[in-house]
């Protein structure tokens, strides 16, 4: 279990945390609070026993180390994953004021399509939907918030992708797991003493290189987008790919803004134009006020609109405001 490798360095309250399968999301505030994401609302966690800041700077750096990099006052930011994909992210001294920063993002497992159905969040129909515009290889954006389940959805849709076709994932953390057999995982590092970082935009251009079926792009950040764009507009069809945003055309507007951001020289519209032109759908996420995920919207994308200046979409699904 990946949670063996960091469970001897914190205190035993803390192990039960890490290891307690209702929790998705477990924050450490230094010493000023231990918080915890259950079912998607969080909660306070009081500790009958205190530890001090130090120990737990000490437990993390060790932590660090076991997963190959260092956190110190020069270096005192750290996102990394454990081997099952579950996230570590570390933000300590001089930054952290009251203690050193932790929070463990945990993949207790993943679901399939059916399952979130069932679960409610999915409706049959939207995912049916889905599927399709999977299977005849349109592009599509996973959208919503941070622990809006954009990760979660994106597994399941890709356990609908025929198992011959082959997948290059693009991932920074790696964290999902992909069942087809011809499918490489490729990981975006950040620069560390000894290692050169390897960005994704640079994954995507070698991922063009490797005969992809499919690019999976984990969650698309900052000029990466121009990237991707390129790749979906050159005949990589079937790409599929998260990102950060408030709605699904808000989904659009952000990834042209990326673009824009590593080709500032381009004229606005025709980036606009050119992500009309290369994403076919977007699927929007996001958790209510009940800790609930759910899927609020699809929309099909035709292009973009120069004189309306505005992208031409399509609602295919949109969930009551309830």
Same mark, same amino acid.
């Given at each position: #279990?990946?949670?063996?490798? *960091?469970?001897?360095?914190?205190?035993?309250?803390?192990?039960?945390?890490?290891?307690?399968?209702?929790?998705?999301?477990?924050?450490?505030?230094?010493?000023?609070?231990?918080?915890?994401?259950?079912?998607?609302?969080?909660?306070?966690?009081?500790?009958?026993?205190?530890?001090?800041?130090?120990?737990?700077?000490?437990?993390? @750096?060790?932590?660090?180390?076991? =997963?190959?990099?260092?956190? +110190?006052?020069?270096?005192?930011?750290?996102?990394?994953?454990? !081997?099952?994909?579950?996230?570590?992210?570390?933000?300590? %001294?001089?930054?952290?004021?009251?203690?050193?920063?932790?929070?463990?993002?945990?993949?207790?497992?993943?679901?399939?399509?059916?399952? =979130?159905?069932?679960?409610?969040?999915?409706?049959?129909?939207?995912?049916?939907?889905?599927? &399709?515009?999977?299977? $005849?290889?349109?592009?599509?954006?996973?959208?919503?918030?941070?622990? &809006?389940?954009? %990760?979660? =959805? #994106?597994?399941?849709?890709?356990?609908?992708?025929?198992?011959? @076709? $082959?997948?290059?994932?693009?991932?920074? !953390?790696?964290?999902?797991? *992909?069942?087809?057999?011809?499918?490489?995982?490729?990981?975006?590092?950040?620069?560390?003493?000894?290692?050169?970082?390897?960005?994704?935009?640079?994954?995507?251009?070698?991922?063009?290189?490797?005969?992809?079926?499919? *690019?999976? #792009?984990?969650?698309?950040?900052?000029?990466?987008?121009?990237?991707?764009?390129?790749?979906?507009?050159?005949?990589?069809?079937?790409?599929?790919?998260?990102?950060?945003?408030?709605?699904?055309?808000?989904?659009?507007?952000?990834?042209?803004?990326?673009?824009?951001?590593?080709?500032?020289?381009?004229?606005?519209?025709?980036?606009?134009?050119?992500?009309?032109?290369?994403?076919?759908?977007?699927?929007?996420?996001?958790?209510?006020?009940?800790? $609930?995920?759910?899927?609020?919207?699809?929309? +099909?994308?035709?292009?973009? &609109?120069?004189?309306?200046?505005?992208?031409?979409? @399509?609602?295919?699904?949109?969930?009551?405001?309830?």
């Amino acid at each position: #279990m990946s949670f063996q490798l *960091i469970l001897p360095f914190f205190p035993e309250e803390l192990r039960v945390l890490l290891l307690d399968p209702s929790i998705s999301d477990l924050m450490i505030n230094g010493t000023t609070g231990v918080f915890a994401d259950r079912g998607g609302l969080v909660e306070h966690i009081p500790l009958s026993a205190p530890y001090t800041n130090d120990r737990l700077q000490a437990a993390i @750096e060790r932590v660090a180390r076991i =997963l190959g990099q260092d956190l +110190t006052s020069q270096n005192p930011i750290l996102n990394t994953r454990l !081997p099952d994909g579950s996230r570590v992210a570390v933000v300590g %001294s001089p930054s952290s004021i009251n203690g050193p920063t932790l929070t463990v993002r945990k993949f207790n497992r993943w679901y399939t399509s059916d399952e =979130l159905v069932a679960a409610g969040g999915l409706p049959a129909h939207v995912r049916d939907a889905a599927v &399709s515009l999977i299977t $005849r290889r349109k592009n599509g954006i996973i959208s919503g918030g941070t622990g &809006s389940g954009k %990760s979660t =959805l #994106m597994k399941a849709l890709l356990d609908h992708v025929p198992l011959q @076709e $082959r997948l290059v994932v693009i991932e920074q !953390p790696a964290e999902l797991r *992909i069942a087809h057999p011809n499918a490489v995982r490729w990981e975006a590092v950040e620069a560390i003493p000894g290692q050169v970082a390897i960005t994704p935009s640079q994954l995507v251009a070698a991922a063009l290189r490797h005969r992809p079926d499919r *690019i999976i #792009m984990g969650e698309i950040r900052d000029e990466c987008g121009y990237d991707l764009l390129q790749a979906m507009n050159t005949g990589h069809g079937g790409t599929l790919s998260t990102l950060h945003a408030d709605s699904a055309i808000d989904a659009l507007d952000r990834l042209a803004d990326m673009a824009l951001s590593a080709r500032t020289n381009l004229d606005h519209a025709f980036v606009r134009s050119q992500t009309g032109k290369a994403v076919d759908f977007v699927l929007h996420c996001e958790r209510d006020a009940a800790g $609930r995920r759910r899927v609020r919207e699809l929309i +099909t994308v035709a292009g973009y &609109s120069h004189g309306d200046q505005c992208f031409q979409t @399509e609602d295919i699904y949109r969930a009551s405001a309830a």
